[in-house]
């Protein structure tokens, strides 16, 4: 899957911005742009994309992660191309909302788009 190789590859880039890779940046700002049309992952993870280029390799690695169990645990909802509005677990509203706030100087503008 390409979104498993994107994270994979993100997460060996630990600390270093993630524009420090401009083509894996692109691809991964188009993969999950192609993801979140197809509707295969809910409000506010569809706008994660508009994120990876103010964080660092292992935030953005992160965030795949997340989209990757979000498709994993609702699997069998997005093949049968069920249209529902599914609520993200707990866990994942927390972990976006701390990468939001570990980065409020570059993402402000961006926080309430991810917060309800």
């Given amino acids: 899957s390409l979104l498993v190789t994107l994270m994979s590859h993100w997460g060996r880039g630990r600390y270093s911005s993630s524009t420090s890779y401009p083509q894996e940046l692109s691809s991964s700002q188009t993969l999950i742009q192609c993801i ?23 935030e953005v690695s992160l965030l795949h992660h997340l989209c990757f169990k979000y498709i994993k645990d609702n699997y069998q909802s997005i093949i049968s191309n069920y249209k529902s509005e599914t609520l993200l677990d707990e866990n994942t509203r927390k972990t ?15 926080y309430c788009r991810f917060t309800k």
Wanted: charged fraction near 25%.
């Fill in 36 to 58: 979140a049309k197809a509707g295969w992952i809910p409000k506010p993870l569809c706008y994660i994309s508009e994120l990876f280029e103010f964080l660092s390799c292992e």
């Fill in 96 to 110: 976006l909302k701390a990468i939001l706030k570990k980065n409020i100087d570059k993402l402000g503008h961006l």
